[in-house]
């Protein structure tokens, strides 16, 4: 493999976290999965005055504390597939904090980023947003799996501030793919064929989407 430090990315509901421990068993690589409990979602959820931020900053340390952890482990030593990207972080501050809020926020931000390593590849998980409201549905009536309940509106601005991020990503190599053909249920000649896509990147950007 070309690169040892692998991160998806994508909005909620494009199915990231799956793929990515799919990707990482093919290519004998560790999955590094985020810890989603957040003891604030619930009152950010109902809009509890505060609760944005703290929810933020919550997920903005469990991040720093779990990439800087596995760093100093070594283990981006070897072969490493995460389901986030660090610096994805700051679209969702931008899409739910106000601005005093966002002033805390990235004084904040600065200082951690500062301590993460950077991917040696990115790969952008995308899809239409009626596909990400569909699939979260979907989610919803296996009740042993963790859900979101999914709001249409909230869902597009995420969406859109995702395809904003990363139009203008440029710190390591991404892979853009469209994953409406691309689900939970992928066979495993589209994994293969990812793969190949993966082994071939080089710098820069690439968009890629899978045969159907």
Not at 58 to 68: A, G, W
């Amino acid at each position: 493999m070309p690169f040892q430090y692998i991160a998806f990315e994508g909005p909620i509901g494009v199915g990231k976290s799956s793929l990515a421990q799919r990707i990482a068993s093919r290519l004998d690589a560790t999955a590094v999965l985020e810890e989603s409990d957040n003891p604030f979602l619930a009152d950010f959820y109902a809009g509890r005055a505060g609760a944005a931020l703290q929810a933020q900053l919550f997920y903005l340390l469990n991040r720093h504390r779990q990439l800087v952890g596995l760093q100093q482990g070594n283990l981006f030593s070897q072969a490493t597939v995460c389901d986030y990207l660090f610096d994805k972080d700051k679209i969702f501050a931008y899409l739910n904090l106000d601005d005093n809020e966002l002033f805390i926020y990235q004084r904040l931000y600065d200082l951690l980023a500062k301590d993460v390593p950077t991917p040696d590849l990115v790969i952008y998980l995308q899809a239409p947003t009626d596909v990400l409201v569909r699939r979260l549905r979907e989610r919803a009536s296996h009740p042993e799996r963790e859900t979101f309940d999914p709001d249409p509106d909230y869902l597009r601005e995420l969406n859109e501030a995702y395809q904003h991020f990363f139009f203008h990503y440029s710190a390591s190599p991404l892979l853009v793919v469209e994953t409406s053909q691309l689900g939970l249920d992928a066979g495993d000649e589209a994994v293969d064929d990812l793969i190949r896509q993966i082994r071939t990147m080089n710098r820069g950007t690439r968009y890629y989407v899978p045969r159907t």
